[in-house]
Every structure is written in C-alpha cells, then in structure tokens.
C-alpha cells in the first residue's frame, strides 16, 4: 500500500510539474533557464527543440555518474509524463489579457513548480535529470539546495543567453526564487505515513526501569 501511495505522489507530482511548465509559457514574461537554454542549442545545431531536449536530458545523466545518483522509475517517468501534462494545459489555458494578469499567472506557475518539484522528489522514485543534478550538487558537495539550484540555474541561462537563447525578467526570478521556494518544501513531502523509511524505522526501545 505504501508503495501504490508512493506512486500516487510521483504521478501528481509530475502532473503539477508539467502544468506549471505550462502556466509559465502562457505568463509570456520570459521562459525558464532550461528553456533559454534549449533556444540557444537551436541556433548552433540543426536539430528541433525535441530532439535537443532529449539529447539535453542524456547530457546531464552523464553528470549523475561524479554525482553519485541512481536514476529511478521516477526518471523515466518525468521524461515521458511531463510534456503531456504540459501540453494538457497549454489547451486549457489561454494567454490572460494584460501585464498584471500575467504576472500573477507567472507567480502562479512558480509556486506550483516549487511544489511539484518537493511532491515528486519526495516520493523517492527517482528524479528528473536536471532535479537530480541540483540533489547531486546538494548531497556530494554539501550545499543546501536553494544554492545548488540557483548556481545550476544561473549557469544555465548564461550559457543559453550567450548561445542566443530569449532571456525575460521572468527567467530571472525564476533562476533566483526556484530554489528558496523548494528548499523548506522538501521536508513536508518526505513526511508522509509513506514516505520511503518511514515505515520500516522501527519503535523506539524504552529502557527497563532499574530494580531497586
């Protein structure tokens, strides 16, 4: 039952990973770093976004191998379920009207990404390729994960940026705030009746009272 639960959170997780992708083209206030960085690949080899997506993805499973990750169900998973999420919700949701409601739909987008990223991490089935670097950076190196996220994410979008990427003020904030806001996040999602461990720590051992 725990595992069948466990599947549950990484499928929602997912899910809310792909719609908030999504929520945040529609904002049309700037793309994510890895976006801006599959646009400027675009301009240096003669391959669709797809493809460069793919191809992306296998890259930095390369630099799991130093990091010490296992990829898991859950990284197949975010590869083949994520872009139908996104693509879902691009259908159901049109580009609002006017700069304040875009803003409040990039915001939107942000909070829930956040949440997605802690929901499906959380469920210990594997990450993505480009979350699992940020909990490689953060388990081998020992930084906290707000600031192995903001370094990948800004290196990221310089790299693209120079490569001829579209950088927007929303790519900037994303860069900046994506970490912070999944950081004290984590925790929630791994404390769950089952979350992976929980189940299997066993009572705590109270000491017999002396003999007097």
Do not use: K
């Not at 949701?93 to 991490?121: E, K, M, N």
């Not at 903001?150 to 904030?173: M, S």
Request: proline share 8%.
């Amino acid at each position: 039952m725990s595992m069948a639960l466990r599947y549950v959170q990484l499928l929602v997780g997912l899910f809310l990973y792909g719609a908030s992708t999504a929520l945040q083209v529609r904002a049309v206030v700037g793309v994510s770093s890895w976006t801006v960085l599959t646009e400027g690949l675009e301009h240096v080899v003669p391959w669709s976004f797809g493809l460069i997506t793919v191809v992306s993805s296998g890259v930095v499973l390369l630099f799991w191998i130093p990091l010490r990750q296992r990829p898991g169900i859950g990284t197949l998973l975010n590869a083949l379920l994520i872009g139908p999420a996104a693509d879902l919700v691009l259908w159901l949701v049109p580009t609002p009207h006017g700069l304040p409601a875009r803003i409040g739909l990039f915001v939107a987008g942000l909070l829930l990404l956040a949440v997605a990223t802690a929901c499906y991490i959380g469920s210990g089935l594997g990450t993505g390729a480009r979350d699992g670097l940020m909990v490689g950076v953060h388990e081998r190196f020992g930084w906290p994960l707000w600031l192995a996220r903001t370094v990948i994410e800004l290196t990221v979008v310089a790299g693209g940026w120079l490569l001829g990427g579209d950088v927007g003020l929303g790519t900037v904030v994303a860069a900046f705030a994506i970490g912070p806001l999944v950081q004290p996040l984590m925790p929630h999602f791994r404390r769950f009746p089952w979350s992976p461990g929980r189940e299997a720590r066993p009572a705590p051992v109270t000491e017999p009272a002396p003999v007097p």
